[in-house]
């Protein structure tokens, strides 16, 4: 079996994951990250590469995927496959557009520290999924459920995580393992196109858009999703 270390996105936990690790039980032993109270991505790899195999699969999903990128920077020696979906490579942009994504973070901390936890997922999630699943009350309640195991000051050592990210770039070219990129064909927050670039920069890679999707594509197309890692992983 394929030692497979699994990292969640900003606020999430093994839920995330849930599906993929039952579907592929019979091919993968899977370990799921925790990112606890850590507050850069540096340290979010260290961690993992502290209580992971010799060597290993990796995916990341969303925040989960820089991780990975950040990951594979410090040990390639030790990562045998990358996976990353519904993610991002750029630092944070110069000028406006980066002063408005922090202004955007740090506005939905302010309502998780004076509203709660809860509250700022029930926002957040409107923007995270596909449309057509904003009233599955199942999904949408598993979601706000599994941020609000969190607390917000874990969302604030996220976010700072985030905000000081480095430019995974230069990276890419180096990485010659197979390695999956993959995303929701109606992510808003991670679109299509910076996938289509890394997929086109990594030269090992496979590329999957997966249709009626927005950015929890682990959950809300885990059929899908566990057929393209299956692949991954036998590739």
């Given amino acids: 079996m394929t030692p497979l270390v699994l990292v969640p996105g900003l606020m999430c936990d093994r839920t995330v994951w849930e599906p993929q690790i039952h579907a592929l039980s019979d091919v993968a032993e899977c370990q799921v990250a925790d990112h606890g109270s850590l507050d850069s991505l540096p340290a979010f790899a260290q961690a993992i590469l502290a209580n992971a195999p010799p060597q290993f ?34 630092p944070l942009a110069a000028g406006k557009a980066g002063e408005e994504e922090r202004a955007g973070r740090y506005r939905l901390l302010e ?24 009233s599955d009350t199942s999904l949408i309640s598993a979601i706000v459920e599994m941020f609000a195991r969190k607390t917000a000051r874990t969302f604030e050592c996220q976010i700072r995580a985030l905000l000081d990210r480095s430019d995974a770039g230069p990276l890419l070219g180096q990485i010659r393992v197979p ?20 997929a086109a920069r990594i030269p090992s890679s496979t ?24 692949a991954w992983l036998a590739a």
């Fill in 111 to 134: 309502v998780a520290r004076s509203l709660g936890v809860r509250a700022m997922a029930q926002e957040w999630v409107q923007g995270m999924v596909h449309p057509d699943r904003k």
């Fill in 179 to 198: 390695t999956l990129i993959l995303c929701g064909r109606e992510d808003a927050w991670s679109p299509p196109t910076p996938h289509e670039e890394m």
């Fill in 57 to 90: 699969a990796l995916a990341g999903h969303s925040m989960g995927g820089r991780v990975a990128f950040e990951v594979f920077r410090q040990a390639p020696e030790r990562v045998q496959r990358l996976a990353v979906f519904d993610t991002k490579y750029q």
């Fill in 207 to 230: 590329l999957a858009i997966i249709e009626q999707s927005g950015h929890m594509v682990t959950m809300e197309q885990p059929e899908q999703v566990a057929q393209a890692m299956r």
